[in-house]
């Protein structure tokens, strides 16, 4: 029985379960027939990860590539897209966060056509080659109603990573909390929804998103959906293993807004 790859960074998980969801509910795909490492389950204990993710390329009939900025800097991910490129049945690359056609034109891909996440039609042509390949049956109502929720949690994610704060005339941001970072004991990492215009970002700030880090104790703890007012003391660019390329923002001061 061949079925459908997912390939994937593992740094987008909240991404491919989304997609998951699309192919599952919205089309109607069993478990069983997909392979994705965020279905538990899929790679057995106690074998080679590497074997099994091998093997499972060769033999499924479609392989989706989600092509975020994150898969891009990924040497396992690129090496996995080009093993799917040279057996794959059908080669399906969606590009997701930015990422444009002439960022793949110098690899294998550059003659293969590709789908945009955030293009309806794109999921029609998609949804349209399952039917060829006898991965689905028809059942377009309920597609329909699972690619209008699939496509507003994608303009939600755009409209979050891509929305520019500028300061007000006394240099203060007004921002938004999203979520809090895990960071060592006496500190406070705080994502913010958008990213502020600084100028020493503005070359690299497709690439990176923008957090608050500050000594514990010195403001308020904060929680997502927390709106605060804050001037920036200073910036600094760093990258992380668990969140890629990010900009520390030190507040010179911050206050809640009520």
């Keep these: 029985m061949k079925g459908i790859f997912i390939s994937h960074c593992t740094k987008n998980k909240e ?13 109607g795909i069993e478990n069983r027939k997909i392979f994705c490492t965020q279905i538990n389950g899929t790679l057995p204990t106690g074998q080679d990860f590497v074997e099994n993710i ?3 390329v060769q033999e499924r009939k479609m392989v989706i590539a989600i092509i975020t900025p994150e ?3 990924s040497m396992f991910c690129m090496m996995e897209l080009g093993a799917a490129w040279a057996v794959a049945d059908y080669l399906c690359p969606i590009l997701v966060g930015g990422v444009k056609y002439e960022d793949l034109r110098k690899t294998p891909l550059s003659n293969i056509q590709m789908r945009k996440i955030n293009t309806k039609e794109d999921w029609y042509a998609i ?20 690619l209008d ?9 755009q409209n979050k990573s891509n929305l520019l704060i500028s300061p007000d005339a006394d240099g203060y941001y007004d921002i938004e909390i999203e979520k809090e970072r895990k960071v060592p004991p006496f500190y406070k990492c705080y994502l913010i929804k958008g990213k502020l215009d600084i100028e020493e970002a503005r070359e690299q700030i497709d690439e990176e998103r923008h957090w608050i ?5 010195v403001y308020d703890d904060l929680r997502p959906g927390d709106k605060v007012r804050l001037k920036v003391c200073k910036t600094e660019r760093k990258h992380f293993p668990d969140v890629g390329w990010a900009r520390n923002i030190y507040p010179d001061e911050m206050h809640a807004i009520k």
Aim: glycine share 4%; aromatic share 14%; hydrophobic share 40%.
């Design 149 to 157: 929720a699939f496509m507003k949690y994608v303009v939600s994610c």
């Design 15 to 27: 991404l491919v379960e989304q997609v998951l969801e699309l192919l599952q509910l919205g089309m």
């Design 213 to 217: 880090f500050y000594n514990q104790g």
């Design 54 to 56: 091998r093997r499972e």
């Design 127 to 146: 949804y349209d080659e399952l039917l060829r390949q006898h991965i689905i049956s028809t059942n377009t109502v309920q597609f329909n109603k699972k």
């Design 71 to 73: 898969y891009l800097k």
